[in-house]
């Protein structure tokens, strides 16, 4: 019979763990304490060293309550593990594993960096618990503070490129990539390691970077040609969106493209407002509609059965994908930009500044620093 795993209440200072948090929609994150429930089925890991602040578009509005309908669903799913309040921050994360289950990939003492679901409480913790197939070995080429800010965005990216049919499958494909933040900077890597001829659309002081990961052409969306630019440079077997545009961009230009894949749908947002059967239903006419926009604008870049469409993407967590990463930051084709690190005391600060936009790389929280006397 298997050991059973012991409770992650049980680790010395895991009781009552420091945590960043906020017990209602719309109010601030503040620093408290917070029972450390569950069992380690999997591993819990100590953010002894970095845990991400900078969050993809969604967590900023979901301090707000937006997504909460559907997200509740996929907590109820998961019975007791999924608690709504407090709400703890933070997707990513690198530390130490504190304790593991006995079936787990990972080993106490072990260096790993990990992710958290969006209906899970955060990293912004002393200890996070996370599932098995959301964390794995950290890679040694990247620092604590490169790789406690990896993996949302990297996954997200990932995400996308199979929605549009180019994970792993990329070797020629010619791809506007729209947005240079976290997951465009990390969807540039993953298309350029993969044999893609890109180019970007970013601000012109990211351009030189865009070129410099590999990028074929990078585009001033600035400059007051960049209408013309982009569709002049088509087409394209693919569009990404990671510039927030949404699925009505698809349709607003006469550009040639196969596939338009946007990381911004307006899922959430109707299920919020109309519950979760007729909000999908809803947002799903709208899909529909923005394909057919496309296809009433644009020529197909390539032969095919299915004229130009929208596609969605979201954030899905895989342990192959967590290994296929460090396997590439190993090999130094995939890095992560930092901006600042603040001490966890300061997440407010942190959180202010990720609020405020145009942050140029990730902001972070280093549980392992301490206070000044």
Known sequence: MAARAKPLSSLRGAGRMAAWRAHAYGSRERPGRTAAGG??????ARARRRAGACRHRLHQPARRGYGSRLLNVLRGLEGAEGVEFPLVGGRDFVGTVARCGPAARVREGQRVWGVVPPHRPGSHADYVLVRDRWVGEAPEALDDA???????????????????????????????????????????????????RVTVGCAGEQGAHALALGAAAALDRHAPDYDAQLEDGGPYDVILDCAGLGG?????????????????????????????????????????AHSAAAARVSRAASTGVCPPHVRWAYFTPSEDEIEALR????????????????????????????AAGSARGKLLLDFTAQPHD
């Not at 069992?39 to 819990?44: K, L, M, P, V």
């Not at 009505?248 to 990381?263: D, I, K, N, P, S």
């Open 327 to 354: 396997k590439l930051a190993e090999k130094g084709k995939f890095a992560v930009q930092v901006e600042r690190v603040f001490p966890w005391w300061e997440a407010r600060a942190a959180l202010q500044r990720a």
């Open 146 to 196: 490169s790789a406690g800010g990896a993996l949302y965005a990297a996954l997200t990216a990932s995400a996308a490129l199979r929605v549009a049919g180019l994970r792993g499958g990329a070797r020629g494909a010619r791809v506007l990539l729209l947005g240079l933040g976290g997951v465009g900077h990390a969807a540039l890597q993953l298309l350029v390691a993969d044999g893609a």
């Open 248 to 288: 009505a961009e698809a349709g607003a230009r006469r550009w040639q493209f196969a596939r338009y894949v946007t990381l911004t749908t307006p899922l959430l947002r109707e299920t919020d407002e109309r519950g979760v059967v007729a909000g999908t239903a809803v947002a799903t006419a709208t899909l529909l």
């Open 39 to 44: 069992r380690a089925r999997a591993a819990a």
